[in-house]
């Protein structure tokens, strides 16, 4: 009798405990710091649009167990800064793009030059298994956690001397890119001289003449104002730029399983809400750019063949140099079925 009543406190016991600490995990606040380097207005930033639909929804959905706090405008550092800091642990979440390659070498796959069609293909390769196995192989190899894949957009070519068409009118030609070894293995296959400049001086290296043209992305062509100094665009798309939404990995194993769905959800959210305003804010730029006077080209399929042809191989082998083939390889391939899909 005695060791029936111990075990049956035993039990009451072990479950009361269990209870309470149940009832700590549920009970305990979390603050998500989230950064981006982006301007914080809505109507021109993709990344105040997509970290203001992730704040909002986490924020109603976890009853106050999780308080999301969003610092725009590099306010927490430029982005290299603020994903070293979500690599620490020092600040929870970040949104990120080129940079992702200094922490995830294998981050670059994505940047071979006129990889995807449309951005209908970009998604279904991001957001399938190939992408879904890429984030896996960065959370195993960083530190971090890939929420989602949102979008900085196609890069096209601007240029103020002639129109371009083909590559053969690149030739010679000083466009300005950022210092990535891949822009520089592009623009040298085309024939043109790759001239790195940050962005704060595009401007003024495109009036003076310090660079001729330019890669870019249109929204940022317009708030920068270089049509100004530019009068020809090629909606060539020779690039598409992913944006990362990285946490921190042992904070977002910290959080409770319920919580972790509502971060993983709303973040699946926020990225779709990013591609929307992006795609928007493409269209209103080609609008604005007609209304002030740019031409715009759009290559034909020959020549579109044309610049793949020049761009693709010699960036690929380069790749080759850095990261295992099997991610090239395995994307190519992705590619393939989605188009074939489509």
């Known amino acids: ?58 924020n109603a959905k976890a009853n106050g167990r999780i308080n ?42 994505t940047d071979i030059p006129y990889l995807f069609s449309s951005e209908v293909i970009a998604d279904r390769v991001l957001d399938g298994p190939y992408g879904q196995q890429l984030s896996e192989d960065f959370r195993a190899n960083s530190g971090m956690r890939n929420l989602c894949f949102g979008e900085a957009g196609f890069r096209h070519l601007t240029n103020g001397k002639n129109p371009i068409h083909s590559p053969k009118d690149m030739v010679g030609l000083k466009i300005r890119i950022q210092e990535t070894p891949i822009f520089v293995t592009v623009m040298r296959a085309l024939g043109a001289q790759p001239t790195p400049i940050s962005l704060p001086e595009t401007y003024t290296a495109l009036q003076t003449g310090v660079a001729d043209g330019q890669d870019t992305l249109l929204p940022t062509m317009v708030f920068l104002k270089t049509y100004e100094v530019q009068k020809h665009v090629t909606l060539d798309g020779h690039n598409y730029s992913v944006d990362w939404f990285i946490i921190n990995e042992k904070f977002f194993q910290s959080l409770p399983a319920d919580l972790q769905k509502i971060v993983q959800d709303a973040a699946k959210s926020s990225c779709i809400a990013e591609r929307q305003a992006n795609r928007k804010f493409g269209d209103e730029s080609i609008k604005k750019l007609k209304e002030v006077g740019v031409t715009i080209y759009t290559p034909t399929a020959e020549e579109f063949a044309q610049f793949k042809a020049a761009t693709q191989p010699p960036v690929i082998d380069w790749l080759k140099t850095k990261i295992d083939q099997k991610w090239i390889d395995g994307l190519l391939a992705a590619v ?3 188009e074939a899909k489509k």
């Open 1 to 58: 009798m005695k060791h029936s009543l111990k075990l049956v406190s035993a039990v009451v016991l072990t479950a009361l405990l269990f209870s309470v600490g149940a009832s700590a995990q549920t009970d305990k606040k979390f603050v998500l710091k989230l950064a981006h380097g982006d301007s914080n207005d809505m109507t021109v930033s993709r990344k105040a649009v997509m970290s203001d639909v992730f704040a909002k929804e986490v």
């Open 68 to 109: 999301v706090q969003v610092f725009g405008a590099s306010t927490l550092g430029k982005e290299t800064d603020y994903v070293e800091g979500v690599k620490n642990g020092f600040v929870q979440a970040g949104l990120a793009s080129g940079v992702v390659a200094n922490f995830y070498p294998t981050a670059m796959v």
């Open 336 to 338: 393939k079925d989605a």
